[in-house]
């Protein structure tokens, strides 16, 4: 079975201050780990997948298979970071979320 | 150019009431999906459908019922609607394989009341 943990539901920091979002995974297969953003009231966007390793808006996640984490990383937060963050783990025909961290990010 | 398009996005009715929430993507995609988000802003799963074939089913209560007349489309029809339903409501999808990203609709918003 396939579960993702994001151990946080609250994260508030200040606007200037690194952030990082945990998340870790359980999955047997060769993952696909995703970080999904949903600002106030409107859909899911893709932020990150780990295997583009890109950085997108400032944010970075790498796949720790080892610590089976991918915890994202931003080293200066933006007051329009603020929103809620999900973490997704994808196998053929499904996409399993984490329970999702809101972020805050205080001026 | 609206990628993922579901309709409504606000819904109220009442309890006992039977609603449709309609999904049409324009990707290509030959998977799509259902997921509910909560009061409490948990995402779950709740169908998949490739190529019209229903794929995952994650014991949702058979009030609910998907309906894929072809790939571009899957519906979602609910009898019955009791307030627990109510949620967020999102429509997805992807062509299926490594790394291929799901994308979302803007989530139809459920109200029972």
């Known amino acids: 079975a396939q579960r993702v943990t994001q151990p946080e539901k609250l994260l508030s920091v200040f606007k200037g201050a690194p952030v990082e979002l945990k998340c870790n995974y359980s999955y047997s297969g060769s993952p696909e780990l995703f970080w999904y953003v949903q600002y106030s009231r409107q859909r899911l966007q893709l932020l990150l997948r780990?295997?583009s390793r890109e950085s997108i808006k400032g944010f970075t996640a790498d796949l720790n298979k080892g610590e089976t984490s991918f915890h994202l990383k931003k080293p200066f937060a933006q007051e329009e970071d603020s929103a809620m963050y999900y973490c997704?783990?994808?196998?053929?025909?499904?996409?399993?979320f984490g329970k999702g961290t809101l972020l805050t990010v205080n001026p | 150019d609206t990628a993922v398009s579901q309709t409504p996005k606000y819904l109220v009715t009442q309890m006992g009431n039977d609603k449709s929430i309609k999904c049409e993507q324009n990707l290509g995609h030959d998977t799509m999906y259902w997921y509910k988000q909560d009061s409490k802003k948990f995402l779950k799963i709740m169908f998949s459908?490739?190529?019209?074939?229903?794929?995952i089913n994650e014991t949702v209560p058979n009030r609910f019922s998907p309906k894929s007349p072809d790939k571009a489309h899957l519906n979602l029809h609910i009898n019955s609607l009791e307030l627990g339903d109510s949620a967020v409501y999102f429509c997805a999808s992807n062509q299926v394989g490594s790394g291929n990203t799901i994308y979302f609709g803007e989530g139809s918003w459920l109200t029972v009341v």
């Open positions: 459908y490739n190529n019209k074939e229903l794929i």
């Open positions: 997704a783990l994808g196998s053929n025909y499904k996409l399993t």
């Open positions: 780990h295997i």
